[in-house]
């Protein structure tokens, strides 16, 4: 946590404090609502609603929280970085449950997704690739 020191008597700093590193971290975590990061990290207890979704809006503009942000997003994503197999038995997860849902809007996107990811991107290919996942998973219409 290298990033975290509190302003001295007053003077401005590029660093954050304990509660704007955990705002980032929080906003991270919870998919982007700012307002919900600001109630975990700064817990404001008699602030209104509106108060609080102003500060939290004031507070994602704030260009350091937002330098931040968009570094913990860049290291979000590199430990989630996907390799082939990963990405194929994901897709090929999410295919089930929307077979399971009965979703086939969905299972002929992910389908198609799958073979796209499999390089076979010339249109003969990629209807060869959907009768194949229709066999195993429905008819994706």
């Known amino acids: 946590m290298s990033s975290r020191l509190t302003a001295k008597r007053g003077r401005k700093t590029d660093k954050l404090t304990l509660k704007q ?18 109630r975990q990290a700064f817990a404001p207890e008699k602030a209104s609603d509106k108060t609080i979704g102003r500060q939290a809006h004031t507070l994602l503009h704030t260009p350091k929280i937002s330098a931040m942000i968009e570094k913990l997003k860049r290291q979000a994503l590199k430990a989630q970085e996907w390799n082939p197999e990963a990405l194929t038995a ?3 997860r999410l295919l089930g449950e929307a077979k399971d849902r009965g979703d086939r809007k969905e299972q002929r996107m992910l389908i198609e997704l799958l073979g796209k990811w499999l390089g076979l991107d010339k249109t003969q290919d990629v209807k060869v690739a959907t009768i194949i996942m229709q066999d195993n998973y429905g008819d994706g219409d």
Do not use: D, S
């Not at 955990?22 to 307002?35: D, E, H, K, S």
């Open 21 to 38: 590193e955990l705002y980032c971290r929080a906003y991270i975590n919870n998919g982007g609502n700012a307002t919900a990061a600001y």
């Open 90 to 92: 994901e897709i090929t």
